[in-house]
Nanobody, 120 residues
Framework: VQLVASGGGLVPLGGALRLSCAAS????????LAWYRQAPGKQRESVAG???????NYADSVKGRFTISRDNAKNTVYLQMNSLTPQDTAVYYC???????????????WGQGTLVTVSS
C-alpha cells in the first residue's frame, strides 16, 4: 500500500492550495487520515485529521483556514489551505491508518511529502 501526495507548489501570501493524497494497493479500507507538516529546521507537526465518520480536528495555527476532507470511494484525503502565510511553508505529509485486504490487519502508512512554499 502506498500514499501519493500532490498539489504542493509556490503561492503568494494570502493564496490557496489544495493538497491531495491517494492510497493505492491491497487495502480493504482507509480509517483515520491526517496531514502533517515539517518546516525547515523544525519537527514534524500535526496539521489536521479526519476520522472514518468525518470528525475533524485541526492544529490551532490552521483553524479557520484549512479544511480536511475525504473521499472514501477514491481512498483519497484532501487538504484545502486558504489564507496561506510564510509560516505555512513546509513539506506536507499525509498519513493513513489502513486496513489491509485479505489479512484485515491495520497498518500506518506515510506519503512521500509535497512541498508548499508561501512567498511574502
Amino acid at each position: 500500500v502506498q500514499l501519493v501526495a500532490s498539489g504542493g507548489g509556490l503561492v503568494p501570501l494570502g493564496g490557496a492550495l489544495r493538497l491531495s493524497c491517494a492510497a493505492s494497493g491491497p487495502l480493504f479500507r482507509t480509517n483515520a487520515l491526517a496531514w502533517y507538516r515539517q518546516a525547515p529546521g523544525k519537527q514534524r507537526e500535526s496539521v489536521a485529521g479526519i476520522t472514518p465518520g468525518d470528525d475533524t480536528n485541526y492544529a490551532d495555527s490552521v483553524k479557520g483556514r484549512f479544511t480536511i476532507s475525504r473521499d472514501n470511494a477514491k481512498n483519497t484525503v484532501y487538504l484545502q489551505m486558504n489564507s496561506l502565510t510564510p509560516q505555512d511553508t513546509a513539506v506536507y505529509y499525509c498519513n493513513a491508518n489502513i486496513t489491509l485486504r485479505l489479512s484485515y490487519r491495520d497498518r500506518e502508512v506515510w506519503g512521500q511529502g509535497t512541498l508548499v512554499t508561501v512567498s511574502s
